[in-house]
């Protein structure tokens, strides 16, 4: 056992554990407090909290991008990260070669991969923009690239942090779509989201509240969309879909 | 009068793709008045706004501002009136706490240091940042954190006209409750804004107008269908 022996990392079947997890920034700052938090497959989880609530640590903790300061995590798989800027998560000149870059990167065969990349463009609505340079991209059409190189992936659980952002509502319902399937493939999606709407509109099946730090519910998006002590602490008390919903 | 005119506006991408031709529009003539553009993504919101904020200027045709062409604008003057917030925060923070980054917007300010640093704090408070984030740098804050410090630094500068790239993007819902309350007040103290956004409700509560950009036109959106599908009057 490493003399770190209060955080450990652990491969077992179980998708995602966490026991008593915190994670801590340089600056002291408890981004992460004693999270308890188990993962299945399958699942459609959003998350929801304020801003620096912690819910882009926790991602980063399941994509193993920073680690936990305290408690245990149980990762089967790490978590696929959307980053909440795409403008962080594209790497590639065009269009057609960000998406192609996981699939190379996995060392795919370049027919299989032409008619996974193509396929991907179409659904995303990007085809006709394949060659084009990624600054020339508005925001929404980059991000929906951002997701596009992702979702090909053989992730088993992804975590998308914000990908509605920047979206008209169109786009939104569409990649929305996309999520759905993966689902139903018996991908986990986990969807970081700062709209009641989405949240009663699209079907997701449980909620995580975070706030400073705290997970501080977790169960059915009914209890949660019903309480108003909850819906306070994620900051949607007064939101304007509820008075236009009236 | 009227604040912006578009006059047989063309730009095209790079000079290949177009995207606004021969466009005509008069804008912002109840002043003050809160403006909204909407559209699909990469419809030319970006572009818009960018040309208004004398940010963008290879187009062809004339776009004046307050009834003088933008060109002949020079730019000190012009950017005493007129501010824009970029649509990624990271692009307009770049000292090394956040603080520092809403002073220097008054870096050439006829203040003392005193008034700047009670302006930078007051505004600060008014976008909801804690005052134990105002010594981080914008990559230690969270997104939304850092886009309420972005919004901060352009607040800070009391112009006359405000143009937003997508304001509400990553924040909580509590401070774009609190970003309805601030337009509210600007455009009570006189200011003007013209903002794009996907955020359908947001845009109803908030807009005194909302325009449809979409296939190279900008239209009232109560003229376009697929505004009514979305929902956004």
Redesign the interface.
């Known amino acids: 056992m490493s003399e770190m022996s209060n955080r450990r990392i652990i491969q077992t079947d179980l998708l995602v554990g966490l026991k008593d997890v915190s994670v801590s920034?340089v600056?002291d700052k408890v981004a992460l407090n004693k999270v308890n938090l188990k993962i299945f497959s399958g699942e459609k989880i959003a998350v929801v909290?304020?801003?620096?609530s912690g819910k882009?640590t926790l991602g980063k903790l399941l994509a193993a991008l920073v680690e936990p300061s305290d408690g245990e995590v149980v990762i089967n798989q790490p978590a696929c990260y959307l980053f909440?800027?795409p403008?962080n998560q594209v790497v590639m000149p065009t269009v057609e070669r960000e998406v192609a870059f996981g699939f190379e990167n996995m060392a795919m065969d370049p027919k299989i991969m032409h008619e996974k990349v193509e396929g991907l463009l179409r659904a995303f609505g990007l085809f006709k923009k394949k060659s084009s340079n990624v600054e020339?991209?508005?925001?929404?059409?980059l991000?929906?690239l951002a997701i596009a190189s992702l979702v090909g992936l053989e992730y088993r659980l992804f975590f998308f942090?914000?990908p509605y952002?920047?979206?008209?509502?169109?786009?939104?319902r569409n990649v929305d779509d996309i999520l759905n399937d993966l689902v139903d493939d018996g991908v986990t999606v986990m969807v970081v989201i700062?709209?009641?709407?989405y949240l009663e509109k699209f079907n997701y099946q449980r909620v995580l509240l975070f706030d400073r730090g705290r997970l501080e519910y977790d169960g059915p998006v009914g209890n949660f969309m019903r309480s108003r002590k909850l819906l306070a602490m994620?900051?949607?008390n007064?939101?304007?879909?509820f008075?236009?919903k009236k | 009068m009227v604040i912006y005119s578009f006059k047989n506006f063309s730009y095209a991408?790079?000079g290949v793709?177009k995207v606004f031709e021969n466009l005509n529009l008069r804008i912002g003539s109840n002043n003050p008045q809160i403006v909204a553009f909407?559209?699909?993504?990469?419809?030319g919101?970006?572009t818009l706004l960018s040309v208004m904020a004398k940010l963008v200027e290879d187009y062809s045709g004339e776009v004046l501002f307050e009834e003088k062409n933008l060109k002949d604008w020079k730019e000190l003057e012009f950017r005493k009136k007129v501010l824009m917030l970029l649509?990624?925060p990271?692009k307009q923070l770049f000292e090394e706490n956040i603080l520092a980054d809403v002073l220097y917007t008054l870096k050439y300010d006829n203040l003392t240091v005193e008034e700047k640093m009670l302006k930078a704090q007051r505004v600060l408070e008014l976008v909801g940042l804690p005052k134990d984030r105002w010594d981080?740098p914008y990559y230690?804050?969270?997104?939304?954190?850092a886009r309420?410090a972005a919004l901060a630094a352009v607040l800070v500068k009391d112009s006359e006209v405000l143009l937003l790239d997508?304001p509400t993007?990553?924040?909580?819902?509590?401070?774009?409750?609190e970003l309805?309350r601030i337009f509210k007040n600007l455009k009570r103290a006189g200011k003007s804004i013209f903002f794009s956004s996907?955020?359908?409700?947001?845009v109803?509560?908030v807009s005194d107008e909302v325009f449809f950009v979409d296939n190279g036109l900008v239209k009232p959106a109560e003229n376009v269908e697929k505004a009514r599908y979305?929902?956004v009057v």
Do not use: C
Request: hydrophobic share 20%; aromatic share 14%.
């Open positions: 920034y600056s909290g304020k801003n620096g882009t909440q800027n403008e020339e991209l508005s925001g929404g059409q991000q929906r942090d914000e952002a920047y979206l008209d509502p169109d786009s939104v700062h709209r009641p709407q994620a900051g949607w007064g939101d304007f879909y008075k236009f | 991408y790079y793709t909407v559209g699909p993504s990469g419809s919101k970006t649509q990624s990271e981080k230690r804050l969270s997104g939304g954190e309420k997508e993007s990553g924040i909580d819902s509590e401070t774009r409750q309805y996907h955020d359908v409700y947001f109803k509560a979305w929902g």
